[in-house]
């Protein structure tokens, strides 16, 4: 594909809550096909960052662009079109709780598509099988477990295959074998459909796992420290804090 | 680079049937529907059914969809499914899709809905919706007996707020209706009073009006749609949260932590309420009686001297027993609210239209005993 390498690129942002800046000076690039992890301690801004990403705060300064477009300097319906090309899951699920499974993944089939019901109907099983859910189609969010809301909020989100993927904490509530197979899932549909992925976690068997570059925010200088690939990060990067971070579950025990 | 457009053919080879096809299978441009497919499927009826995806463009989950509706046909036809040249991606995802074995429902048993009539089902209901409101008024009466030996976990804040959200802050909405109504009384009265050349009398009217009927009744109308819907909403986003399972697992009473402060937040304020409001009611008529040569002196003596401490209190008791209705039709709906945002808004509409039924036939109860008991 002649697609530009780069496909997301967050420029000197700064967030704020009121006057209140929580990260400034962001400055990092995401790839096409990267699985990157925005990484940090708890309340670093990390979640802050992926709502800036996606288009639900304005940002205090700087911009996020898309294959070059600034997602900020476009008009509603330009941000719109972008919009369509993402999934985004969310951290409590943020399934529809009137609409069973089954209309929840149809949601986004039925408004942008002109697919006929029945063809719905097959993609949306497929998307359910895709995340484990089988035969779950007619139950409504509130029967099912934490878990499972997570991964039929999965099954929302990739229904129109979207070019990006966002999650914030996909794994927080899942057990760990189903946290290791959404890990092989987003795998799968990175190699499958050439998604890019953006996910906020910290859990650190996902980021060695699955990760191929990542930044990470620190709560005290609240600026990035360093962006790269975990790995490499873990071995050389020149913060400490970073190093610090990564090193709780490569070599637990060693880490001072 | 221009689409290719979709599309498929059934072909018959010697190695059996084919389903060629071709161009670009993506969600964005729709491809043949799936029934379209099956259709010439079920025409054909093919014994091997292979595909050939050598002339496919671009594809996504679409294709995806299509190849399951083909396999699910052959597997309920009996007919073997060989996927051909389909491209390897495609294949790993669909077999990543069978990873996990389908959950089957339980098959709930669909009794007709006349037999499940006449087995008495809706009969059943309401006794068991009868019974749970006496649970929750045995419930609510324990709690309020523990509260009165001091034991019950209830806390002093928050019944100090729900206080001031009942009391002070609806203050504005019930100055207005009072005044209001009370100029509608006295309309009302001084055009048919006219016709007698007894307007004078259009105070007692007005006073008499206010505080045995439209005071406490319209505080409470307004009181049911304001804080009764609240107590809903709030204890029914609270299910939705599972913050009541976790007040029950600490070993806490919902009826003592939730309902019983809001209940007694109103029982005290009501009667505040529809007191201020007869006075307001009172004021209201004034300008209207005095617009029919009736002076502020003669209105305010003909007031006093129909109004006793008898009539007010038959007042007062009405609007302490609406409080105790409204509060236990908020927080029951809550209570019982189910666990998705459209159930947080049934609970919400539960508790005001049942609100406003009691209200009204225990204001009509009250008239009875009131005029039996010749007060
Ligand atoms: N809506 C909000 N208004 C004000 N402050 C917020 C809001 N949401 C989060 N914050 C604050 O911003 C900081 C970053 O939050 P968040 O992005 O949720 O952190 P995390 O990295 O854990 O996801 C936290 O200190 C939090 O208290
Ligand atoms: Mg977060």
């Known amino acids: ?256 | 680079m221009t689409p290719a457009a979709p599309g498929f053919e059934l072909v018959q080879r010697e190695s059996g049937a084919v389903l060629v096809l071709r161009g670009d299978w993506v969600v964005a441009a729709p491809p043949p529907s799936l029934e379209e497919v099956l259709l010439a499927l079920r025409d054909a009826a093919p014994v091997h059914l292979a595909l050939d995806c050598a002339a496919l463009g671009q594809w996504d989950s679409v294709l995806l969809a299509t190849l399951r509706g083909c396999r699910a046909w052959c597997g309920e036809a009996g007919a073997a499914f060989d996927p051909g040249n389909t491209p390897a991606p495609a294949l790993r995802l669909l077999a990543l899709s069978d990873a996990v074995v389908p959950h089957r429902r339980a098959a709930e048993p669909r009794a007709a809905a006349l037999r499940r009539l006449l087995a008495g089902e809706p009969l059943r209901a309401a006794f068991a919706g009868f019974l749970s409101a006496c649970a929750f008024v045995g419930e609510l009466l324990i709690a309020l007996s523990r509260l009165l030996t001091g034991r019950a976990r209830m806390r002093m804040v928050d019944l100090l707020w729900f206080v001031q959200q009942a009391g002070p802050r609806a203050l504005g909405i019930v100055t207005l209706i009072s005044v209001l109504v009370g100029m509608i009384l006295a309309y009302l009265g001084s055009v048919q009073l006219q016709q007698l050349g007894a307007q004078v009398y259009v105070a007692d009217l007005v006073a008499l009006g206010m505080v045995r009927e439209m005071a406490p009744l319209m505080t409470a109308v307004i009181m049911a749609g304001r804080t009764g819907a609240a107590y809903a909403a709030q204890l029914g986003t609270m299910q939705t949260r599972e913050e009541i399972d976790a007040i029950e697992t600490l070993g806490i009473s919902p009826m003592e932590f939730l309902v019983l402060p809001r209940m007694l937040a109103l029982v005290l304020v009501m009667p505040m309420l529809c007191v201020y409001s007869d006075v307001l009611g009172m004021l209201g008529g004034a300008p209207v009686a005095m617009a029919m040569d009736v002076t502020w002196g003669q209105y305010l003596a003909g007031a006093q001297e129909a109004v006793t401490l008898t009539h007010i209190a038959t007042g007062v008791a009405k609007s302490i027993a609406f409080g105790v209705l409204i509060g236990a039709a908020g927080c029951r709906a809550g209570l019982l609210c189910g666990r998705s945002s459209e159930a947080v808004g049934q609970a919400t509409t539960t508790a005001v239209v049942r609100a406003i039924v009691w209200l009204v036939v225990a204001d009509a109860a009250f008239n009875i005993v009131y005029q039996r008991l010749g007060i």
């Not at chain 1, 006057?19 to 990267?34: E, H, P, T, W």
């Not at chain 1, 927080?172 to 290791?180: E, Y």
């Open chain 1, 1 to 256: 594909m002649d697609a530009p390498r780069e496909h997301i690129r967050v420029s000197g942002l700064e967030m704020r809550y009121g006057s209140r800046v929580i990260q400034s000076g962001l400055d990092f690039a995401v790839m096409r096909g990267d699985i990157f992890v925005i990484m940090g301690g708890s309340g670093c801004g990390k979640s802050t960052l992926l709502k800036h990403m996606i288009g639900l705060y304005e940002p205090a300064s700087g911009e996020v662009l898309y294959n070059g477009t600034s997602y900020q300097r476009c008009d509603g319906e330009a941000r719109a079109a972008m919009r369509q090309r993402w999934g985004i899951t969310y951290q409590s699920g943020g399934l529809f709780s009137a609409m069973t499974l089954a209309e929840n993944v149809a949601l986004p089939l039925t408004q942008y598509t002109s697919l006929d019901p029945r063809s719905v109907r097959e993609l949306v099983a497929y998307k359910l099988a895709l995340v484990g859910l089988a035969g779950f189609e007619e139950y409504y969010p509130s029967e099912i477990s934490g878990g499972m809301q997570k991964r039929a909020g999965l099954a929302r989100a990739i229904a129109l295959d979207p070019e990006i993927l966002f999650f914030d904490e996909p794994s927080a509530g899942l057990d760990p074998v189903s946290s290791r197979l959404l890990d092989e899932l987003i795998l799968q549909m990175r190699e499958a459909l050439g998604v890019t992925v953006v996910i906020v976690t910290h859990e650190l068997a996902s980021i060695f796992a699955i990760a191929s570059n990542s930044v990470y925010l620190d709560a005290e200088t609240r600026t990035m420290l360093d962006t790269g690939d975990p790995r490499e990060l873990l071995l050389s990067s020149p913060h400490a804090a970073v190093r610090r971070f990564l090193g709780r579950g490569a070599a637990p025990g060693v880490s001072s």
